[in-house]
């Protein structure tokens, strides 16, 4: 999951957070980059993030 979501910044230049939003546009790109690779892991459903 850290490396698909790393790659998922380094191809989009899309930060974690996103105003209004729990989890950021990479965290949603990961889920579904995993869900349709088959990868068995529940998607992650909030991102915390260091204030």
Request: aromatic fraction near 8%; glycine fraction near 4%; proline fraction near 10%.
């Amino acid at each position: 999951r850290s490396f698909i979501h790393e790659v998922v910044h380094a191809l989009t230049h899309l930060q974690d957070k996103e105003e209004n939003h729990p989890r950021g546009p990479v965290v949603e790109y990961t889920n579904i980059i995993l869900k349709e690779m088959g990868h068995p892991s529940p998607p992650r459903m909030v991102y915390i993030f260091n204030k």
